[in-house]
């Protein structure tokens, strides 16, 4: 085919690739655009939980208490049909209230007695430790060969009495901070039981978000942030569970032992067993010093067999049971989560750094096929 001047006139193929290469760049743009969206709104979000920081605790005690509260009410709710959602939600709360009324008046202030006691054993334990060290190098050249080679001529004097008043005044400053938390608790249980008490109506009101200007910022968070709150939630309900048990069998061993301070070591085993694997050492140590203070190396492997026991009913009776299949993360990697969490955020990182970690992994980084799919009791919470 020609046109008028005799020349070949263009065929629409010969159009082709330049079609196809605006649709893609076309194409890239739309992607390019979404990505910057999404990332801020991310950014934005983030941005948010920073300024809210100072009230981070509240409100990471406040979701926890709401989670454990709306499973126990969904529990009770299947077991007695015929009972109200509000009546439920307020015999639990009164039930927690008393709890934590007793635990103020007769436990709270013993753990601050053996707190303020413990501190003042501390320099007796160290003395009690150099000196079986001393006599044992002095009876033993392998014991002090093999000394000398892991902390050197000079000995771990001059560390440990450099780092004696510093834990002196960190066990000071959480006791002085008792009052304190205590009243973010106090906060969250507030909160929570009105979270929970008029939750259809909050939930709608959180939904009428979507037919607003931030239904974008609603959409791409809603998801993302439901998923992680279920897979955080479930993981501290397990913990708490595992650290409640932790703390009777540690209180039952440790008065079988006749160990003072009873309650201040007890209650240490409970929030250590909120940090995975570094805990058990956490918790251990000063049960072991003390133990070793009172009745020499005897009772010091007394408190390490107890340990032990505990740790095999955790392992093989506890944790298959409440934690199930999820957690399975190697225990060194634990330990490297830890230590960076640790050196970037301090505590919150010790303690949410292996959830989020799990999270990650198992969720946010997968393809949809591929994420474990949330059990029936990780659903959300909407009527």
């Known amino acids: 085919m020609t046109d008028q001047a005799g020349s070949p006139s263009p065929t629409p193929s010969s159009h082709e690739p330049w079609i196809t290469m605006f649709n893609g760049f076309i194409s890239m743009r739309k992607q390019t655009a979404e990505f910057l969206q999404k990332a801020m709104i991310w950014v934005a979000f983030f941005g948010l939980l920073y300024v809210m920081r100072q009230f981070f605790a509240l409100i990471f005690l406040t979701f926890i208490l709401c989670f454990i509260s709306t499973n126990v009410s969904h529990t009770v709710q299947r077991t007695f049909p015929a009972l109200g959602r509000r009546t439920i939600t307020l015999g639990w709360y009164l039930v927690v209230i008393g709890i934590v009324s007793l635990l103020s008046v007769f436990v709270v202030p013993r753990i601050y007695e053996e ?12 003395d009690a430790v150099m000196t079986w060290i001393e006599n044992a190098r002095s009876e033993s050249d392998q014991f002090n060969r093999a000394y000398t080679l892991l902390v050197g001529e000079q000995g771990i004097e001059d560390f440990t009495q450099s780092y004696i008043p510093t834990v002196v005044e960190g066990i000071r400053s959480i006791l002085g901070h008792a009052l304190e938390a205590l009243w973010v608790f106090i906060l969250s249980l507030l909160f929570s039981f009105l979270i929970l008490w008029d939750m259809p109506a909050l939930w709608m009101e959180i939904s009428f978000i979507q037919k607003t200007r931030l239904a974008q910022f609603y959409n791409q968070t809603k998801e993302t942030i439901v998923t992680f709150a279920h897979v955080l939630g479930r993981v501290f309900q397990a913990q708490l569970m595992i650290a409640i048990a932790n703390t009777i069998l540690t209180l039952v061993g440790l008065a079988i032992l006749r160990l003072p301070d009873v309650m201040f070591l007890s209650i240490i085993v409970f929030f250590a067993s909120f940090v995975p694997v570094l805990g058990v050492f956490v918790s251990t140590a000063p049960m072991a010093l003390l133990a070793f203070n009172l009745g020499g190396f005897p009772r010091f492997l007394g408190v390490i067999v107890m340990i032990l026991i505990i740790h095999f009913l955790e392992t093989y009776f506890l944790n298959p049971h409440i934690y199930g299949a999820r957690m399975k993360i190697n225990p060194v990697l634990v330990l490297v989560i830890l230590l960076i969490g640790h050196h970037f955020f301090h ?13 990650i992994s198992r969720y946010a980084i997968r ?5 474990p799919p949330l059990e029936p009791k990780e659903k959300a919470p909407v009527q």
């Open 367 to 371: 393809y949809p096929k591929d994420r």
């Open 115 to 126: 707190g303020q006691k413990f501190i003042t054993r501390i320099p007796d334990i160290y």
């Open 347 to 359: 505590v919150w990182g010790v303690l949410l750094g292996v959830p989020v970690f799990y999270y």
